[in-house]
């Protein structure tokens, strides 16, 4: 239901940009963003899907990007479980892009009963905003909550 979600989000808003990252970070193309089947494809082919996370990395390459998509308007939804290798390069690579950013929201898939027994989880969530979105409703709900209804 990610992808669905990510391709929602695309089509709500004129001005979303959606990036994928593992070990590396990649724009998705508008126009995968339109059809779910080419949406699919492009991450498949992107070279992204199956690899490892490392969230500093792409944070890094997100916020030195010229121009810059992080700015005092945007609001950053990262949708990760926190798992990342370097977890002290994710942490610094985060509070960057906190500072270039209006606003920083995790969407955590992992079940919120789960996220006590993960450091990473507990670290990210102290430095901003985590919601749990591991089922369509708990997603629903967040999405209730970040835009105020």
């Known amino acids: 239901f990610a992808l669905r979600f990510i391709q929602s989000l695309n089509q709500v808003s004129e001005?979303?940009?959606v990036y994928l990252f593992s070990e590396d970070l990649a724009q998705a193309d508008a126009?995968?963003?339109e059809n779910m089947d080419k949406f699919r494809q492009f991450v498949k082919e992107s070279g992204l899907y199956g690899r490892g996370t490392d969230l500093g990395a792409a944070l890094?390459?997100?916020s030195?990007?010229?121009p810059t998509p992080l700015t005092a308007s945007t609001t950053l939804l990262i949708l990760s479980d926190?798992?990342?290798i370097d977890q002290n390069r994710a942490i610094a690579a985060l509070l960057k892009a906190k500072q270039l950013t209006g606003r920083v929201i995790w969407l955590n898939p992992l079940p919120k009963n789960?996220?006590?027994?993960l450091r990473s989880v507990q670290t990210m969530a102290a430095l901003c905003p985590m919601v749990p979105c591991s089922t369509l409703?708990?997603?629903a709900a967040a999405c209730r909550k970040l835009t105020g209804l």
């Open 82 to 84: 926190t798992k990342t």
């Open 64 to 66: 030195s990007q010229k």
């Open 114 to 117: 789960k996220w006590r027994y």
């Open 137 to 139: 409703g708990e997603l």
């Open 15 to 17: 001005n979303a940009k």
């Open 60 to 62: 890094e390459q997100l």
């Open 31 to 33: 126009f995968a963003l």
